[in-house]
Structures are given as structure tokens and as C-alpha cells.
């Protein structure tokens, strides 16, 4: 079945550092979508992209469906505390459901 | 609208019992799905309602399991004689259009077997 290459697993950052993490897949999406889940908690939608080499900020997030429609990646600028949580990266081929990634945990250090 | 709601947050069960859980999508939504997570992995796909209709079922979802949608509102999703391995969080999801809004998740019910 489809799969989704999700990296890095985890990062450790500095409060203020810039983060990326990307996904790849060997299949086409039509819609590509970055959630955010904090512990014991649904995910959260953060981005969803549409067309391929489409860029889309919300707020401090950035993010690109790929040009091969078979990549995104996710940016976060000048990170904060509440950012920590884990972002999957999540694809939606035409007429079908959801596949998630793995998952890329994000710790924070003060 | 107050989002999707799942119920019970938490359910702990001995091994061999039969458990339910409740979702209630956001109103407007047509399609409701049931997704499983385990630790240290993404959410994966058990099943899929639009209105009452099931109309996707995930080879993850045994003979054990079962959901309904009786009017096309609020869903449940029964594990009959649980085991340890069932011991995940599930998530219950809706949307009206997939394509541009992506999916709505609840909260989740974390499933423990003991």
C-alpha cells in the first residue's frame, strides 16, 4: 500500500531556531496536509496544500506540496515553547482517505 | 459547532470484554472516519461512513470490530472480546470535502487492555 517517508523522527532544538522536516511518498497526492498532534489529543490541521509547487505560510509555518506531487516539507521559523508536539505530514490521493506519516517529534530545549 | 467529540476519553477493560466508543461529528459533515493510533506511529486508516453508509472497511479492521452510523449523525465503533493488542488510540474524524478541508479529529479514546 501507499506510504509516507517522514523525516526527520525526532529534532531537538534551541528556543528561536528555524525547523524543517519533509515527507516523501512513492505515490502521487492531489492534497498533501500537515497536522499537528500534542499528547493525548486529536491532530490538529496546520496546512493543507493543493497544487503542485503550491507554497502556503500560516503564521510562522511554511509549507510546499512538491513539484512530483510525491513531496512536501514543512518549515517553522523562530520556534517557541508551544511548538513542541509531533507533525505528521498526510496525503489524500483522489477519492481515497488519509495516509499519515510517522511522524516527527519536536522537543524544544530552554 | 463544538468539533468533533469522542467518548469515553480513556476506557481501561480486561482482556476478553467488549467495548464501545462514541463519536459525534461536527454537524454539517457527511463523512465520518475511524482511525487507530499506536505509540510511536502515525494514524491508520479502520473505516469509513458517508452519511450511514459504510462504505470502506481497512483489512486492519477484524471481525471483531464493528461501526455503525444508524442516521448518518453520531457513529459508534464496538471491539468485541478485546485483547492486549487492541490496546491503541482511536480516532474518529469528519469532513464535508476532504479535497479542501482535509479532515476534523476528535480527541480520541484511549483503548487499554489489560
Known amino acids: 500500500g501507499q506510504q509516507l517517508n517522514q523525516s526527520p523522527q525526532s529534532m531537538f532544538i534551541q528556543e528561536g531556531e528555524d525547523v524543517s522536516m519533509n515527507c516523501t511518498s512513492s505515490?502521487?497526492?492531489?492534497?498533501w496536509l500537515w497536522y499537528k498532534q500534542d499528547p493525548g489529543e486529536g491532530p490538529v490541521l496546520l496546512i493543507a496544500?493543493?497544487?503542485?509547487?503550491e507554497l502556503t505560510s500560516n503564521g510562522r509555518l511554511t509549507a510546499q506540496f512538491g513539484i512530483t506531487r510525491k513531496d512536501s516539507f514543512l518549515n517553522i521559523s523562530a520556534s517557541i515553547p508551544s511548538d513542541v508536539g509531533i507533525y505528521f505530514c498526510?496525503?489524500?490521493?483522489?477519492?481515497?482517505?488519509?495516509?499519515f506519516g510517522k511522524g516527527t517529534r519536536l522537543h524544544i530545549l530552554p | 459547532d463544538t468539533g468533533v467529540s469522542q467518548n469515553p476519553r480513556h476506557k481501561i477493560t480486561k482482556r476478553g470484554q467488549n467495548v464501545t466508543f462514541r463519536c459525534d461529528p461536527i454537524?454539517?459533515?457527511?463523512?465520518l472516519y475511524w482511525y487507530r493510533q499506536t505509540l510511536g506511529q502515525g494514524p491508520e486508516f479502520l473505516t469509513y461512513?458517508?452519511?450511514?453508509?459504510?462504505?470502506?472497511k481497512s483489512r486492519l479492521l477484524s471481525d471483531r470490530f464493528s461501526a455503525e452510523r444508524p442516521k448518518g449523525s453520531f457513529s459508534t465503533l464496538e471491539i468485541q472480546r478485546t485483547e492486549q493488542g487492541d490496546s491503541a488510540m482511536y480516532l474518529c474524524?469528519?469532513?464535508?470535502?476532504?479535497?479542501?478541508?482535509?479532515?476534523?479529529f476528535g480527541s480520541g479514546t484511549r483503548l487499554t487492555v489489560v
Open positions: 474524524a469528519s469532513s464535508l470535502n476532504p479535497d479542501i478541508n482535509g479532515y476534523t
Open positions: 505515490s502521487i497526492f492531489n492534497t
Open positions: 496544500l493543493y497544487k503542485a509547487g
Open positions: 498526510a496525503g489524500l490521493p483522489r477519492d481515497d482517505k488519509i495516509i
Open positions: 454537524s454539517e459533515h457527511n463523512r
Open positions: 461512513f458517508q452519511n450511514e453508509a459504510q462504505l470502506e
